[in-house]
C-alpha cells in the first residue's frame, strides 16, 4: 500500500510540476514575443536615420538591441535570455528586419523528473514596403512672422528624418501663387533621395503670395504619376497649409487689351470677401502670368482680372502632359464632375475705380468675380486629391493656425479645416468628401508654432505604420 502511495505521490507532484512549470514557460514566452515585436518596430524606425546603408543597419541593429535589453529584464523569473543578431536586410526599397530570442527557464517541480531546464525561443520579422511621397509646403504670405517661419522650417526637417535616405523615394516642393519643385524624385528610377539638399531648400524658403492648392496637389500627383515610372507599393501625399484654396491656374479666355501671354495663368483672390474700399478690391480676384513661381509680382499682372472674359469649363491647364488631371470648373463642363460650390462663366468687367471707391455696380460685378474664383479654387483642390486617391495615393494633410477655423470665402463662407479634412479623406470629415473606398489618410491640426513638429511626427508615424 505504502508502494502506491508513494508512486502516486510522485506522479500527482509531476501533473503539478508540469503545471507550475508550464506556466512559468508560457510567461517567459509571452514576455520574450513582446521585447522582440518592441525590437522590430524600434528597428524599423531606426532604419530610417544615417547616410549609408551600413549605418540604417548600425542604427536598426543598435535599436533593437536596446528596445530587447530594456524591455526583458535580465533574471526575468529566473530565466537567462539572449537576442540573436538582428538580420537587416535592404534589397530594392524593402526593408526586411528578421529578429531570433532564446530564454532557458530553470525548472522547479518537474526536477523530480529529471529535467532541469525549459528553453523558451521566439522569431519575428517586420517588412517595410518600398515607398514613394511627395511633400508639399505652404509659404504663403500669412505665416510671414519669424516665429512660425522657424516652426515651419524646424518642423518640415524633422519630418523627412523620418524617412530611409537608400530606400524612399521623395519629391519636396513649396508654393504660394504658384508652385516651386525644389528637388524632384531621381529621373533615372533610382530609390532614395537627397535629405541635406532639402534641408537646405527649406531653410531658404521666404515666405509671401496667395493659395493655389489645386496647382501644388497637381504637381505632386505629377510627380507620382509621371517623374516615376516604376511606382512603389505605397505612394503618398502629404501636404502642409495654413489656409483654404483661393488661387489657381487655367486657360482663360482673355480680352484683346491683356498683357498676359496666351495661354494659361494663375488668377487669385484673398480669403475674404473684397470691401467696398478701393484697396480691398485690388487683386481680388486678380491675375498673373506664370505658375511656377511662388509670389508673382509683375508681368502680367491684371489687377481686378478684368482681362479675363469668362470663366473656363474645365480645369486643364496642364492637359498637355497630363490629360488625367483636368477636372470640371463651371457645370458646363463637358467632363464628369460634381460641383460642391456654385461657379458660374460670369466674369463681368470692372474697370478702374475711382479714388473715392467703387460704384455700386462695379461693387457688384467684383463679388460675383470673387465668388467664382474662389469657389472654384476650393472645387478644384477637394476633385485633385480625390483624383490622386482614386489611383491609390494616401493623402495626409496638416493643417496649421487659427485661420483654419475662421469661416472663410464666398457667402456665409465655410471652414477651411474642413477642406483639408476632405482631402485626406478622414472619417470625420465632410459627409460630401468621404469615400471608405478610397485610401484614408490622416488629418492633424496644429493650433500653434510649438504643435508644427508633433504633427509632423503623428503623420510620420502613421505613414510608416502602413508602410508595414
Known amino acids: 500500500m505504502s508502494i502506491l502511495v508513494a508512486v502516486s505521490l510522485i506522479a500527482l507532484l509531476g501533473i503539478a510540476g508540469l503545471a507550475i512549470d508550464a506556466g512559468l514557460g508560457y510567461m517567459v514566452k509571452a514576455r520574450l514575443d513582446s521585447a522582440v515585436d518592441g525590437a522590430l518596430v524600434a528597428a524599423g524606425q531606426a532604419v530610417t536615420r544615417g547616410a549609408t546603408q551600413a549605418e540604417q543597419i548600425t542604427n536598426a541593429t543598435t535599436a533593437a538591441n536596446a528596445f530587447f535589453a530594456a524591455n526583458y529584464p535580465q533574471g526575468f523569473l529566473g530565466s537567462t535570455a539572449t537576442l540573436s543578431a538582428p538580420s537587416v536586410n535592404i534589397n530594392k526599397g524593402t526593408v526586411t528586419i528578421d529578429l531570433a530570442a532564446q530564454a532557458s527557464v530553470p525548472l522547479t517541480l518537474m526536477q523530480i523528473q529529471g529535467f532541469k531546464l525549459l528553453n523558451v525561443a521566439t522569431t519575428g520579422e517586420a517588412i517595410r514596403r518600398d515607398l514613394d511621397m511627395s511633400f508639399v509646403v505652404d509659404v504663403t504670405s500669412s505665416m510671414s512672422d519669424t516665429t512660425t517661419q522657424a516652426a515651419v522650417r524646424s518642423g518640415s526637417?524633422?519630418?523627412?528624418?523620418?524617412?530611409?535616405?537608400?530606400?524612399?523615394?521623395?519629391?519636396?516642393?513649396?508654393?504660394?501663387?504658384?508652385?516651386?519643385?525644389?528637388?524632384?524624385?531621381?529621373?533615372?528610377?533610382?530609390?532614395?533621395?537627397?535629405?541635406?539638399?532639402?534641408?537646405?531648400?527649406?531653410?531658404?524658403?521666404?515666405?509671401?503670395?496667395?493659395t493655389a492648392s489645386v496647382d501644388a496637389v497637381w504637381n505632386a500627383k505629377y510627380q507620382l504619376d509621371h517623374v516615376i515610372t516604376q511606382p512603389s507599393s505605397l505612394r503618398v501625399i502629404v501636404f502642409f497649409s495654413d489656409g483654404a484654396p483661393n488661387s489657381f491656374a487655367a486657360n482663360f479666355t482673355s480680352g484683346s487689351t491683356t498683357t498676359c501671354a496666351t495661354g494659361g495663368y494663375t488668377i487669385t483672390s484673398s480669403d475674404s470677401p473684397p470691401g467696398t474700399s478701393k484697396s480691398s478690391m485690388q487683386n481680388n480676384p486678380g491675375a498673373f502670368n506664370s505658375m511656377t513661381v511662388q509670389n508673382q509680382q509683375s508681368s502680367c499682372h491684371d489687377i481686378y482680372a478684368d482681362n479675363v472674359t469668362s470663366m473656363p469649363a474645365t480645369y486643364d491647364v496642364h492637359a498637355a502632359s497630363d490629360a488625367s488631371s483636368t477636372l470640371p470648373i463651371t457645370p458646363a463642363s463637358p467632363i464628369a464632375g460634381t460641383l460642391t460650390r456654385t461657379v458660374t462663366s460670369s466674369m463681368p468687367y470692372v474697370g478702374p475705380v475711382g479714388s473715392s471707391g467703387p460704384t455700386a455696380a462695379q461693387t457688384k460685378n467684383i463679388l460675383i468675380k470673387y465668388a467664382n474664383v474662389n469657389n472654384a479654387s476650393r472645387n478644384l483642390m477637394e476633385m485633385m486629391a480625390a483624383r490622386a486617391r482614386a489611383e491609390g495615393i494616401f493623402v495626409f494633410a496638416l493643417g496649421y493656425g487659427p485661420s483654419l477655423l475662421t469661416k472663410t470665402g464666398a457667402g456665409s463662407g465655410e471652414v477651411g479645416q474642413d477642406i483639408l479634412k476632405c482631402i485626406a479623406n478622414v472619417a470625420d470629415g465632410p459627409s460630401r468628401c468621404y469615400n471608405a473606398a478610397q485610401p484614408v489618410g490622416v488629418y492633424c491640426y496644429a493650433a500653434t508654432p510649438d504643435a508644427i513638429k508633433p504633427c509632423y511626427a503623428q503623420l510620420a508615424s502613421a505613414i510608416l505604420r502602413i508602410a508595414k
Open 157 to 210: 526637417i524633422s519630418f523627412l528624418n523620418n524617412f530611409n535616405t537608400s530606400t524612399d523615394r521623395v519629391s519636396l516642393m513649396h508654393f504660394a501663387t504658384g508652385t516651386v519643385v525644389d528637388v524632384p524624385f531621381k529621373s533615372d528610377q533610382s530609390r532614395g533621395f537627397d535629405r541635406t539638399t532639402m534641408t537646405n531648400k527649406i531653410n531658404g524658403y521666404s515666405f509671401g503670395g496667395n
